[in-house]
């Protein structure tokens, strides 16, 4: 059944821009860049409770930047593996200061957003024509949300929002439920449920132990992360043995710190790890709950205990990943950071049975971070460090992207892959981005296969597969590059 919310990548353009410039009307254009990444994110939930995906959702995120902003350039591959791996809904760093300054000014910008925001996902929603009751459940959950927050600040009553209920066109299983993400990935306690609820109340499965081993034992390089992460799982799995057969069970703790560069795969052994702990019996669920400083600092003070604490909540029962969690102590003492660390030391004490807290990020902030709180440091005993992949590592993750997403490479290029990438990691620097300026690369060059090819008048499927020697660069750097490599 139609719906009236289906808009073309252009009108969904304009109708983004009018509701955006209406709030940067009353809130400030300062926060055009918080708006887009934080609607992008939006955007990947909402559709992850969606009937499908096509190239519709991708032209439509990337309909989502504001007035002089850039425009975005996902593909259906990257946004497809983004849905998948979705979070649950966080109000934006922004928004719990927007409440505060409303509080004081008897101003309504906070409802104004919820409004916008409202709006735009609805659009969003009927990309496919099709407006489902998960996808209006989520619209709703995430007005509800902000509400709250706008209640809880004292901010006075706005005009109400649309009700996303009253715009459902049919009752499709959403994408998760059709294409089950892997084991170990989680997108909060919500979204949990409401599949549980879809699937007859049936309990999750737990992950399965060969298959999680057998990814650890797949992913590139990390030979030394892999045999510390074997030997944390001997260990866990002993004390469950002892703890079953009525032994003592000296205390462990199963808290981490991942040391190293960003791109090194950290996040991928951290999914890998919480399911293998639920594997085992060690927690309940085994999702992965990542986050940064954003997700776990608000704007005033009280406010971060609360975000945190629900951020905690989503993570019980599996493993919460702090990622440059060196930002939480680098404010100085009056920082709200340092509230989010007391939180969630809190919350490993008492929730020590049932989660497991991994913090990450570069090695020299990272010691600082630990020896800023006495609890830190004694709460994390267990280091990983992840050390920069090198040329021939590059070369076999960019090979697998190009496998994964169905591209080969010529015999010339075949050749020239292993200098390109042998020189990338001789030429690295402190801001090497590892395995990201791989994919990085990757999708660059899909792009200049794009253009190479819009040029031929009938390119045959070979040449849609295939990679040539002039992908690897732009045309004005590729001769550069080329003598530096003779």
């Not at 560069?261 to 991928?268: D, S």
């Not at 790890?273 to 709950?289: D, E, P, R, W």
């Not at 010691?367 to 590592?393: A, C, Q, T, V, W």
Request: hydrophobic share 40%.
């Amino acid at each position: 059944m139609p719906t009236q919310w289906k808009r073309s990548p252009e009108e969904l353009h304009k109708t983004y821009i009018a509701n955006t410039e209406a709030f940067y009307r009353a809130a400030g254009r300062g926060l055009a860049e918080q708006m887009d990444e934080f609607c992008v994110s939006c955007a990947l939930q909402l559709f992850s409770r969606g009937s499908s995906l096509t190239q519709e959702h991708a032209d439509a995120v990337n309909a989502l930047y504001s007035k002089g902003r850039p425009k975005p350039t996902w593909l259906l591959w990257a946004l497809t593996s983004a849905v998948g791996e979705s979070g649950a809904f966080l109000p934006p760093l922004f928004f719990w200061s927007l409440t505060e300054q409303d509080a004081k000014k008897g101003t309504d910008c906070s409802r104004v957003f919820i409004r916008m925001l409202t709006n735009i996902l609805l659009c969003l929603a009927a990309v496919d024509d099709d407006v489902t009751y998960s996808e209006a459940e989520y619209i709703t959950e995430c007005a509800d949300k902000l509400s709250a927050l706008c209640d809880g600040a004292g901010v006075k009553k706005g005009k109400p929002g649309l009700r996303a209920a009253d715009f459902v066109t049919s009752a499709e299983p959403s994408f998760l439920e059709k294409n089950p993400p892997k084991a170990a990935v989680s997108n909060g306690p919500a979204q949990g449920q409401e599949q549980a609820k879809t699937a007859g109340e049936t309990a999750p499965e737990k992950p399965d132990l060969d298959t999680l081993m057998a990814e650890l034992d797949s992913l590139v390089g990390l030979e030394t992360v892999k045999k510390d992460v074997k030997s944390m799982m001997n260990l866990v799995k002993v004390r469950q043995l002892r703890k079953d057969n009525g032994l003592p069970v000296p205390p462990l703790s199963l808290h981490m710190v991942f040391l190293g560069n960003p791109g090194t795969g950290k996040t991928t052994v951290a999914r890998l790890i919480s399911g293998l702990y639920a594997a085992i019996g060690a927690l309940s669920k085994g999702q992965l709950v990542e986050v940064d400083r954003s997700g776990l600092v608000a704007g005033y003070v009280g406010q971060t205990a609360i975000k945190t604490q629900e951020v905690i909540a989503s993570a019980l029962g599996g493993v919460l990943f702090i990622d440059e969690a060196y930002s939480l102590a680098s404010g100085g003492e009056n920082d709200f950071g340092r509230e989010a660390i007391e939180t969630v030391l809190k919350a490993m004490e008492d929730h020590r049975e049932d989660l497991v807290v991994i913090v990450a990020g570069y090695t020299g902030p990272m010691e600082k971070f630990l020896s800023s709180n006495p609890g830190l440091e004694s709460r994390f005993n267990k280091y990983i460090f992840f050390d920069d992949y090198d040329g021939k590592e590059l070369n076999a993750i960019f090979h697998m992207q190009c496998k994964k997403n169905g591209y080969e490479l010529d015999e010339e290029a075949e050749a020239y892959s292993q200098e390109f990438f042998a020189a990338m990691y001789e030429d690295r620097d402190g801001n090497f981005g590892n395995g990201r300026d791989v994919r990085n690369q990757f999708e660059d060059m899909v792009v200049r296969q794009a253009d190479r090819l819009a040029a031929m008048e009938h390119p045959t499927k070979e040449d849609l597969v295939r990679f040539t020697k002039q992908d690897f660069l732009p045309e004005e750097e590729r001769e550069e590059k080329l003598q530096s490599l003779e």
